[in-house]
Every structure is written in structure tokens, then in C-alpha cells.
């Protein structure tokens, strides 16, 4: 049976301690922290990660998802606007994960809009489902339509660029 699809923001409850931790201390440089490590010291109880997700629902999904971020071809998400508490904002930073819940890639936000569920562009749904298809808005529709196909009320459409890979050479940290 398949399981409901939730959004990014909803999955960003997992935490792997030990994977995510090291992840983050790896990547913040990168956001322009430098070492914190000099700053608060290398042990830190008071360590911040931001939040972490797996786009897609199965683990195959998870993987593929991830692929697509690291490749630049997926740069962007969406969710029904009724699914945030709080909308994100340009600047925030999160963890893709793939399909074994492994940190895969730190993400930051370039663009949050909301609007109609029908104002869509071709232009967000390609970013999103990583594909300039000429019928890129009806898959797109058809995959966040639920169980009634369709998708309706507001959408909160998030752009984001990748700030650190786990694949290939990483940048060095400050």
C-alpha cells in the first residue's frame, strides 16, 4: 500500500545524531561559518543541525531524488500551504537525504512564493521534477494531487541551490 505523501517540512523530524552531526560540522563552512569549532570549542551540546529530508516516499524514490539535487537538476519543491506552520524563507538551510537516510547534500533557500495551486509554471514544476517535458505541469499536478487527483488551495513553492555535496571533491572548509 502506498504511503500518503508529505512535504519536506513535514519529514524534517529524522535525526541521525552521529551522520547528520558530522555532515553539518563538514558543510557550514561553506554557508560562511568558517570553523565553529574554534569558536565554541570541537565539543558542543548545543549544536544546531538544520533540518533533514528525503524528497519521495520510497527508499528508490529517496535515491533518485537525491541524484537529481546533486545533478542540478532538481531545484526546487513544493508543498500545500496549509502544510506549514511557518513559511520558508530565502536563506534557510536544510539536509537531503537518500534512500538509506544518509546526509546526501546541504541545500539553501533562494525563493519562496505562494500562490494557487493552479498558477504552477511549467517553469517550477521542471525545476522540481527535474525535467523540461512539454506535459512538465500536468505530472507535476498529478503527482501532488493526493487521493482526489487534484490539486487545489495554495502551494508554497521553495527554489533552492546546492551549498555542499557528499559526492565528488568537496571544497575545503575555512
Given amino acids: 500500500m502506498d504511503e500518503p505523501r508529505t512535504t519536506a517540512r513535514e519529514r524534517a523530524d529524522v ?6 552531526l558530522a555532515f553539518w560540522q563538514a558543510a557550514q ?3 560562511g561559518f568558517g570553523r565553529l569549532g574554534v569558536i565554541v570549542g570541537d565539543q558542543s551540546d548545543d549544536v ?18 537525491a541524484e537529481a539535487v546533486l545533478a542540478g537538476r ?7 500551504r496549509t502544510a506549514f506552520d511557518d513559511l520558508p524563507q530565502v536563506g534557510d538551510v536544510g539536509i537531503v537525504l537518500d534512500g538509506e537516510r544518509r546526509p546526501r547534500a ?14 504552477v509554471t511549467a517553469a517550477h514544476a521542471g525545476a522540481e521534477l527535474g525535467s523540461a517535458a512539454d506535459d512538465v ?7 501532488n494531487g493526493g487521493v482526489s487527483g487534484e ?9 533552492f541551490e546546492v551549498v555542499y555535496p557528499t559526492d565528488g571533491p568537496a571544497p575545503a572548509v575555512d
Fill in 15 to 20: 535525526q541521525d545524531d552521529e551522520g547528520l
Fill in 29 to 31: 563552512g561553506h554557508l
Fill in 48 to 65: 544546531v543541525v538544520p533540518p533533514a529530508w528525503a524528497f519521495g516516499v520510497t527508499a528508490a524514490e529517496a535515491d533518485a531524488e
Fill in 74 to 80: 532538481k531545484t526546487a519543491t513544493s508543498g500545500p
Fill in 106 to 119: 546541504l541545500v539553501r533557500v533562494t525563493d519562496v512564493q505562494v500562490v494557487a495551486a493552479t498558477d
Fill in 137 to 143: 505541469v500536468d505530472r507535476w499536478r498529478a503527482l
Fill in 151 to 159: 490539486v487545489a488551495g495554495d502551494v508554497v513553492l521553495e527554489r
